[in-house]
């Protein structure tokens, strides 16, 4: 166990301290599974987590595959597709995140995703192929753990494409967030809702949608999880007043309220 204090560790700021379970092998895990903290917003009353312990943080070539654990932070990931010209990891720059959240959530930017590299993930199951995965974007069936994943090895890494993800999110905010707050929905851009519904800057409390980026939920300081349980509830029910689209939420809510 280790206690984690999610007001510091998760990307958004926000949540209570609590022991969480290091797992040191591939078993099944009941425990909600914590990974760099970027994309959740977690209430004071969380559910029981887990954590890969370091033995999931490694990269290394197998017979002609990149293996990756799971708990290997993407700084980590990029610097090793850097050094070994290897492609397709560009999308990693400035993309906050463990492999196993990144794999989870399919991360990714427009259409670049990390699916679209991927051979296959290790969970407590065993092996399993990308084809036998349901995904899309910002989305999978995956069941239990990930625990390792393996990537195509293709020669190449991309420096002009890595420039274009470094200005891309450097247009981001700098604030404390979860990434995006809401999906895009088909053919539209949840910023763009959000906007035309006047919420951008639009605060309770210390929480706010961003003034520079409407879609970036955002702490000022001392935000909590009501004030942005309360907003995301307001943006979603203005935005269907105004254009009847039902917005989804990207960030992952952890835990309830009471
Ligand atoms: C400033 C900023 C910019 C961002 N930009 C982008 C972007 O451009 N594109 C994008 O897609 N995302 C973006 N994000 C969101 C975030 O970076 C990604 O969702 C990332 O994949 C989260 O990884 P994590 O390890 O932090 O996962 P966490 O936030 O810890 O967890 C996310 C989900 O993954 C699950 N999970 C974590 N590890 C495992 C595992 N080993 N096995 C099974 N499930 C697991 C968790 O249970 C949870 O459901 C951004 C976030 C921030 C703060």
Same mark, same amino acid.
């Given at each position: 166990m280790?206690?984690?204090?999610?007001s510091?560790?998760?990307? %958004? /700021?926000?949540?209570?301290? =609590?022991?969480?379970?290091? *797992?040191?092998e591939? !078993?099944?895990v009941?425990?909600?599974?914590? #990974?760099g903290?970027?994309?959740?917003?977690?209430?004071?009353?969380?559910?029981?987590?887990?954590?890969?312990?370091?033995?999931?943080?490694?990269?290394?070539?197998?017979?002609?595959?990149l293996?990756?654990?799971?708990?290997?932070?993407?700084?980590k990931?990029?610097?090793?597709?850097?050094?070994?010209?290897?492609?397709?990891f560009?999308?990693?720059?400035k993309?906050?995140g463990?492999l196993g959240?990144? %794999? /989870?959530m399919?991360?990714? =930017?427009?259409?670049?995703e *990390?699916?679209?590299? !991927?051979?296959?993930?290790?969970?407590?199951? #065993?092996w399993?192929?990308k084809?036998?995965?349901?995904f899309?974007?910002?989305?999978?069936?995956?069941?239990?753990?990930?625990?390792?994943?393996?990537?195509?090895?293709?020669?190449?890494?991309?420096?002009t494409?890595?420039?274009?993800?470094?200005?891309l999110?450097?247009?981001?905010?700098?604030?404390?967030?979860a990434?995006?707050?809401?999906?895009?929905?088909?053919?539209?851009?949840?910023?763009?809702?959000?906007?035309?519904?006047?919420?951008?800057?639009?605060?309770?409390?210390?929480?706010a949608?961003?003034?520079?980026?409407a879609n970036?939920?955002?702490?000022?300081?001392?935000?909590t999880?009501?004030?942005?349980?309360?907003?995301?509830?307001?943006a979603?029910k203005?935005v269907?007043?105004?254009?009847?689209?039902?917005?989804?939420?990207?960030?992952?809510?952890?835990?309830?309220?009471?």
């Amino acid at each position: 166990m280790k206690l984690v204090d999610l007001s510091t560790y998760t990307s %958004i /700021k926000i949540g209570p301290s =609590l022991h969480v379970q290091i *797992i040191e092998e591939p !078993l099944h895990v009941e425990n909600f599974i914590l #990974g760099g903290g970027n994309n959740i917003l977690v209430s004071p009353n969380p559910p029981k987590m887990a954590m890969l312990g370091r033995v999931f943080n490694f990269l290394h070539v197998k017979k002609n595959l990149l293996h990756i654990g799971a708990a290997t932070p993407s700084g980590k990931i990029l610097s090793y597709a850097k050094k070994h010209d290897i492609k397709n990891f560009e999308l990693m720059q400035k993309l906050p995140g463990t492999l196993g959240g990144m %794999i /989870k959530m399919n991360a990714g =930017l427009k259409e670049w995703e *990390i699916f679209n590299n !991927l051979v296959a993930i290790k969970t407590e199951h #065993g092996w399993c192929a990308k084809k036998d995965i349901k995904f899309g974007y910002r989305h999978t069936n995956i069941k239990g753990t990930i625990y390792e994943a393996t990537f195509e090895i293709h020669k190449g890494f991309d420096t002009t494409l890595l420039e274009m993800f470094k200005l891309l999110r450097d247009n981001q905010p700098k604030l404390p967030s979860a990434g995006s707050c809401f999906k895009n929905p088909p053919h539209n851009f949840a910023g763009k809702l959000l906007d035309e519904s006047g919420l951008k800057g639009f605060k309770v409390g210390d929480m706010a949608f961003c003034e520079t980026h409407a879609n970036f939920l955002v702490n000022l300081g001392n935000g909590t999880f009501e004030e942005a349980m309360e907003l995301i509830n307001i943006a979603k029910k203005r935005v269907f007043e105004k254009s009847e689209i039902e917005l989804e939420l990207e960030i992952k809510i952890v835990g309830q309220l009471n």
